[in-house]
């Protein structure tokens, strides 16, 4: 017997045990901007400290010289202004385009469509992202610089365009670890919710999220230290131009595997933390949210 939801036309039937989104016909766009927002806040300003290492491990003069273990929250401002609206904008997009695309829960087609939608939300999230991890990581690597004055050193020397450094390499980090952690993360749930005999609670839904985040961090964790070597790249270098197969190389070439796969161990950590956190946060937000929403007269 496979596993339904209650609704045929159930939008987000990833959301957990006693949430309200299986009784919508249309997506609660508004809470998933706020849950989306709020998970995301909740998230870096925690785990900064883990991202901070990882950076630092990442970097091209070594970790002792990008700061060690000093100034672990340098650059927390830029990831606190840019946390809300960046989580946000990829859970409406996400949320938006599995609505658009909606199929029958027990469609083969249901992981594709997660996977669309995925990519979808981090190319409209990058937008937002990219901006705020340039300063963010240059900050991690100069923790005796000021954020603002990195953000307006940045803007001085590079104009707009050096604020977005790194966008392709980010977009072609995020998509194939959203290809990885949601579907992973959607399909968990469904087999847990069909043991069961009824859909997640907000925990479990956030314990297959830790999985999934944990997994595809490891396996993107490459491209994760090729985006991190542009951003960091002098201005007019050969890997401040973005090519992410030059930068890789480079890597390769001085580091070999380990360099390749540097910072893996922290970056997991964060993130199957970040997925427990940030997917648990975002589902017991939403479903409060339209429990309150379907509650008003």
């Not at 159930?10 to 249309?26: K, P």
Request: net charge positive.
């Amino acid at each position: 017997m496979g596993w339904r939801p209650a609704e045929p036309r159930l939008i987000a039937w990833t959301d957990c045990r006693g949430g309200v989104c299986g009784a919508m016909d249309r997506p609660g766009f508004t809470a998933s901007l706020v849950a989306g927002g709020v998970a995301g806040v909740a998230v870096d300003l925690i785990l900064f400290p883990l991202d901070t290492i990882k950076t630092r491990l990442q970097s091209p003069q070594g970790f002792n010289k990008a700061g060690g273990f000093h100034g672990i929250y340098a650059g927390v401002p830029s990831a606190a202004i840019g946390s809300f609206p960046n989580a946000a904008a990829f859970f409406i997009t996400y949320e938006y385009v599995k609505w658009f695309l909606h199929t029958d829960s027990s469609s083969y087609l249901m992981p594709v469509k997660h996977m669309l939608a995925a990519s979808a939300g981090e190319v409209v999230a990058c937008l937002i992202r990219v901006p705020s991890e340039v300063v963010k990581q240059r900050a991690q690597v100069s923790a005796s610089s000021r954020t603002f004055h990195i953000f307006s050193n940045i803007l001085y020397t590079e104009g707009v365009q050096g604020l977005y450094r790194g966008y392709k390499s980010t977009v072609l980090r995020e998509i194939p670890f959203s290809l990885v952690q949601f579907p992973l993360w959607e399909s968990l749930k469904a087999l847990w919710s069909w043991r069961q005999d009824h859909v997640v609670d907000c925990w479990q839904s956030a314990v297959c999220g830790a999985f999934a985040g944990g997994f595809a961090a490891a396996v993107t964790t490459p491209l994760d230290v090729a985006k991190t070597r542009i951003m960091l790249a002098k201005a007019g270098s050969s890997t401040a131009s973005g090519n992410v197969l030059s930068a890789l190389h480079g890597v390769w070439r001085t580091h070999g595997l380990s360099g390749l796969f540097a910072g893996v161990f922290p970056r997991m950590a964060a993130i199957s933390l970040g997925g427990f956190i940030f997917l648990g946060a975002y589902e017991q937000t939403r479903s409060l949210l339209l429990e309150v929403g379907r509650e008003r007269p």
